[in-house]
């Protein structure tokens, strides 16, 4: 019997090109090992900075009050480094943070000095108002940061933050593309998520009650709500009758608190926005007397707290005859 030995293989050219592919998926999913743990990585210390988050509004919700630097890093955090294993960043409104805390601390306030500004690019930038705090990781740029600026063009030099009196800057940027990681609170979304019960500082009243001349009298009270009640104070700007007086009466025969403050074309920016220090404190705004000459009488009122809110309301007071 004849036996068959012509056996087929590769040739040197057919194994050469496999060889060739098989170096090429192998560096391909080399390149991609890198950018995945990267992801992996960002994804992870995202988690870790919502949890520091809601830890901070835990904490923040029983002791009425932010945690200063200090605090964040040696109590509250749940996670004081990130997947890179550096310290996160923790920025926060000190006026937050206070010794003997009261419940107006974080309840009491409508606004915060802190802005959060996020550039992507040199066309793209995002602008968050108001904010509570913010957590922030380097990511990978540990040696090419992006520029992270507090309060004026100075990077902030992390390894010298002051642990005690927090940040008092009007602006935080962050520049990318390829810069920190970031996570924020604004001021509205913790006193939410902290039971704060108070509103925003308002008026009550949306109109006020005719008046007669005569001489039975008048009497209207104007009431505010919201904000730091215990320190109310109010100002009235209205249009200076003819002749006018040192304190003209906005409305004939009739009493306003003062001191009050008019606009005319002869007084520019005499007005109660640039006088602020001045107005009158009480818990209520109160006119009172006998109006004397009928006509409809219009005027702007506006009530502070100690906490730098402000509200307004226009009112109209009509004197029949």
Request: proline share 6%; charged share 15%.
């Amino acid at each position: 019997m004849r036996m068959n030995n012509n056996h087929n293989g590769f040739s040197l050219v057919e194994l050469s090109i496999v060889l060739v592919i098989i170096g090429l998926l192998v560096g391909l999913g080399s390149s991609m090992i890198g950018p995945m743990m990267n992801f992996t990585k960002v994804r992870e210390t995202r988690d870790m900075m919502d949890a520091n988050l809601q830890a901070v509004i835990s904490w923040a919700s029983s002791n009425n009050k932010l945690p200063n630097v200090a605090g964040f890093t040696t109590t509250v955090a749940k996670h004081a480094k990130d997947t890179w294993n550096r310290d996160f960043i923790y920025l926060y409104d000190g006026n937050l943070y206070k010794a003997a805390p009261t419940k107006d601390t974080i309840c009491g306030r409508r606004s915060t000095i802190l802005t959060l500004e996020t550039t992507d690019n040199a066309t793209t930038t995002s602008t968050v108002s108001n904010v509570a705090f913010a957590v922030l990781s380097d990511a990978d740029n540990a040696t090419l940061k992006s520029t992270l600026i507090v309060n004026g063009p100075t990077e902030l030099d992390f390894t010298s933050r002051d642990a005690t009196s927090g940040y008092t800057s009007s602006k935080i940027t962050v520049k990318g593309p390829n810069g920190y990681l970031v996570r924020w609170v604004t001021l509205d979304e913790l006193r939410s998520k902290i039971g704060c019960q108070g509103a925003p500082l308002k008026i009550l009243n949306n109109e006020l009650p005719f008046g007669s001349k005569s001489t039975s009298g008048y009497s209207a009270t104007i009431t505010a709500d919201g904000g730091v009640p215990s320190s109310y104070k109010w100002c009235i700007e209205a249009a200076a009758i003819s002749p006018a007086l040192t304190i003209p009466p906005i409305i004939p025969g009739l009493t306003f608190q003062t001191p009050l403050y008019w606009t005319t074309p002869t007084t520019p920016g005499n007005n109660c926005s640039e006088t602020v220090n001045t107005w009158v404190s009480g818990s209520t705004l109160t006119i009172s007397g006998n109006p004397t000459t009928p006509g409809s009488y219009s005027f702007t009122v506006y009530v502070g707290d100690s906490d730098s809110n402000t509200a307004q309301k226009s009112f109209v007071i009509t004197v029949n005859p």
